[in-house]
């Protein structure tokens, strides 16, 4: 799509497997994270999030983990459908300016094949 | 249905001249943003308000104004300071705290 990255990283998968797309986050004080998902021309969705307390949470076919040793964020998507098909986005929170203020990760293509 | 709306959808801007753009939401939420989304990119933030008649610059302020005269309404202004000022405009909206934002469809702008 024309808004988003020509160069994202891409993941491609076969429709009913099931995907993971990762995310490296920035700061060690972070203490809540979303994931989105963005279809071409269209604003990112909301998908899961997930506080710094704890390591997995469950949605509708996804599952977020959080790995705060490593600042790593993970999104598995169970039997992934064409309508999965988009660009994923992590964000973090880190109470910059003591707000809701989110830092957005570069994002990830997936595709997903039928 | 409760929702964010961003208008136009496309935006065309002459040399030198400013335009707005439009971010309505009836969630009731306190705080509202304006990020800025290029090709290889994600997101970066323009501008918040997290409440009625006050907002803060953000990362890439620089070529744009706000206004917040009304908790649902809070548009951006690209003015002619901006010197690329061709990008995806997206505005979101929230509760605050360790909330979700929600973004509306976003206004493509392009220079003529």
């Known amino acids: 799509g024309e808004n988003v990255g020509l160069h994202l990283p891409t993941l491609s998968v076969q429709e009913g497997d099931n995907s993971i797309i990762n995310c490296a986050y920035s700061?060690?004080?972070?203490?809540?994270f979303i994931w989105y998902k963005q279809e071409s021309g269209k604003g990112p969705q909301f998908i899961i999030d997930i506080r710094s307390n704890m390591d997995k949470r469950q949605g509708q076919r996804v599952t977020v983990l959080l790995n705060k040793t490593v600042k790593h964020l993970s999104l598995q998507i169970a039997a992934t459908q064409p309508g999965d098909s988009a660009v994923y986005f992590c964000a973090e929170n880190w109470g910059r300016n003591a707000g809701n203020m989110l830092t957005f990760g570069g994002g990830t293509r997936l595709m997903v094949k039928p | 249905d409760g929702g964010i709306t961003q208008s136009p959808k496309y935006l065309f801007r002459k040399e030198g001249q400013n335009v707005t753009l439009s971010c309505e939401q009836n969630l009731n939420h306190d705080a509202m943003y304006w990020y800025r989304q290029d090709p290889g990119q994600g997101l970066r933030l323009i501008y918040y308000s997290q409440i009625v008649n006050d907002f803060q610059k953000g990362d890439i302020a620089e070529g744009y104004s706000v206004s917040r005269e009304k908790k649902e309404s809070f548009p951006l202004t690209v003015t002619s300071a901006q010197k690329n000022p061709t990008a995806f405009y997206l505005c979101a909206s929230s509760l605050g705290g360790n909330q979700p934002q929600h973004f509306g469809d976003g206004t493509r702008l392009s220079i003529l």
């Open positions: 700061n060690s004080a972070s203490d809540y």
